[in-house]
């Protein structure tokens, strides 16, 4: 097992993989941007290095720098937490260069899953099911209209590097096309310098359900079951819930099994999710897999009492899994609401700032991942989200009236957030029937 463990990241997850370690005795160093000298994580930390200033290229997106510290330090490994470069090959292959761990996949798994085409071709080829569409990239916007007219619209042109909503257009019919298609290509060359796009089908009003599994060096996986991601603002995720209402044991079997079978056939390694849509006949179509952990990742574990940043190191250095199939169970029922500092009531503009007050919900079934505390100011440099509060309950009742309890409880004054904006939902009749899609915020609560 590693003695020392370098997190690449900031935040809550840098703080929640920071408590992970200290559990298994595994001492920690946090890098850090100069405007994030305060943060938690780096007073949590055994050990803290500055790697550059606030803008991320300069600091959380410096592989240089980051390795630097990751040698003078002498972690043994790294943690890349999610986003910034957890999903980058080049940063895991230059890591096993130099002989420290990258906590994640292989570079050529992450390689072949990261390029969203390129990834349909390989599930399709393992027997996936895939959404009618591309099997390579556009070539341009003749090619397009020609792709569209074979598909049929609605379509979705989507980034080929892409992710976290970046890089997307729903195009209803060919008059929209071409804007659509060339604002696409701007954008996904501007967030991932790679503008090349591909082609789905769109499937109107889907669930979004993702398929936690986990793979050692081994050949062993397993899926710990799925999480309901569907209440999206403009494809950026709001509130997940796990098990989804809409899956049966089943289906949920299936498509369990389904993601195992993608994820072997790339011969990945550690935690990863396999995402699908699931239309209103529960039809399911692959959509991407996310090579990290996810944001969400919490209440996979509410729900399996499986700690995944735990089995990620355990796996990442050498250890074989400790379960089988038959030993995942999946019991109650965790709902998480994400806490961002943005004002709903002006279009959910990011709201930075110092918090004056702060109030951390307890009691039975709540768990809250966070960085932040009275005083800390949130800076305007990086992703806006203030807290991730996590309600588990025996049932999806008791999950919705604990969350409406530590959101009634929770306060945060200084920043604004759209706590209120959470509790509206759970307040929804349709939400608290299990009646929602991935339309749901669009169609019920924002005008």
């Known amino acids: 097992m590693f003695k020392k463990i370098l997190v690449a990241n900031r935040g809550e997850i840098a703080v929640r993989i920071i408590r992970a370690c200290r559990e298994m005795n595994i001492s920690t160093v946090a890098v850090y941007s100069e405007a994030d000298k305060y943060s938690l994580h780096t007073q949590l930390a055994d050990e803290a290095i500055c790697i550059g200033p606030a803008a991320s290229k300069d600091s959380y997106l410096n592989i240089e720098n980051i390795i630097s510290a990751a040698v003078i330090t002498g972690a ?18 230059i890591c096993n260069e130099c002989n420290i761990a990258f906590i994640g996949p292989s570079d050529k798994s992450m390689e072949l899953m990261g390029n969203k085409s390129e990834a349909r071709k390989m599930m399709k080829k393992a027997g996936v099911p895939i959404v009618p569409g591309t099997e390579g990239t556009l070539n341009n916007i003749k ?11 609605p379509v979705m042109i989507k980034a080929s590097a892409g992710g ?40 109107q009003e889907p669930h979004h359900i993702e398929i936690q599994i986990l793979a050692d060096k081994y050949g062993n996986a397993v899926y710990l079951g799925e999480r309901d991601c569907s209440i999206q603002r403009r494809n950026q995720k709001v509130l997940e819930e796990a098990p989804s209402a809409l899956i049966d044991e089943k289906l949920r079997e299936e498509m369990g099994n389904v993601a195992v079978r993608a994820a072997k056939s790339v011969n990945y390694e550690n935690a990863g999710t396999i995402e699908f849509l699931v239309d209103k006949d529960l039809n399911y179509y692959f959509m991407e897999m996310n090579t990290r952990i996810q944001v969400e990742h919490g209440i996979t574990e509410l729900v399996t009492g499986i700690d995944i940043v735990k089995e990620q190191i355990k796996i990442a250095s050498g250890e074989p899994l400790k379960y089988q199939q038959s030993d995942i169970v999946i019991k109650g029922h965790a709902i998480e609401c994400r806490i961002n ?21 307890g009691g039975p079934g709540i ?32 999950a919705i009236a604990r969350m409406k309890r530590a959101l009634y409880e929770l306060i945060i004054e200084g920043p604004k957030n759209n706590i209120e904006f959470q509790y509206d939902i759970l307040e929804n009749e349709e939400f608290v029937k299990g009646n929602y899609n991935t339309s749901f915020l669009k169609d019920k609560m924002v005008k």
């Open 76 to 93: 043994e490994a790294i943690h890349p937490g999610f986003g910034f470069l957890s999903e980058n090959s080049k940063f895991a292959r």
């Open 143 to 153: 090619d397009a209209v020609i792709t569209a007219k074979e598909i049929g619209y």
């Open 164 to 203: 976290g909503g970046r890089g997307i257009r729903i195009v209803f019919s060919e008059s929209e096309l071409e804007n659509a298609f060339n604002t696409a290509a701007s954008e996904a060359e501007s967030c991932f310098g790679d503008g090349s796009l591909y082609m789905e089908k769109y499937i």
């Open 341 to 361: 500092a943005e004002d709903p009531e002006n279009n959910f503009k990011p709201s930075p700032g110092t918090i004056t007050e702060i109030n951390i919900p």
């Open 367 to 398: 768990r809250m991942d966070s960085s932040i505390y009275q005083g800390y100011t949130v800076p305007p440099y990086y992703d806006s989200m203030l807290a991730k509060i996590m309600a588990y309950g025996e049932n999806r009742e008791e």
